[in-house]
């Protein structure tokens, strides 16, 4: 069984910096596309960040410069490193992965979800 598992969420400053990470494991054949989603509390679930297999990113225009996406495909892990985070910036963060398996074929996994809040 896949599994997606994120780390580091947590309170910040504003102005501060946190960085994400997550990781995928079971029986993987291969993840096409990695990322980031976030859902702010009362509104849709939004793309942060996402990235290829092959290196091509993706950022939300409300993040770029700020936050930066990276990933290990040997470890089927993928980060997001937060600088200059806003109060905006405060949702429940999810990692997203697109994986190829033996049993299902493609599909779409989420992590559970991690929490950042920003605070003035």
């Known amino acids: 069984q896949v599994q997606l598992v994120e780390s580091g969420g947590g309170e910040v400053q504003a102005g501060g910096s946190l960085r994400l990470s997550c990781a995928a494991s079971?029986?993987?054949?291969?993840?096409?596309?990695m990322g980031w989603y976030r859902q702010i509390p009362g509104k849709q679930r939004e793309l942060v960040a996402a990235k290829t297999r092959g290196g091509s990113t993706n950022y939300a225009d409300s993040v770029k410069g700020r936050f930066t996406i990276s990933r290990d495909n040997a470890k089927n892990t993928v980060w997001l490193q937060m600088n200059s985070l806003k109060p905006e910036d405060t949702a429940v963060y999810y990692c997203?992965?697109?994986?190829?398996?033996?049993?299902?074929?493609?599909?779409?996994?989420w992590g559970k979800g991690t929490l950042v809040t920003v605070s003035s």
């Open positions: 997203y992965a697109a994986i190829w398996d033996l049993k299902t074929g493609g599909m779409d996994y």
């Open positions: 079971g029986s993987i054949l291969s993840i096409t596309t």
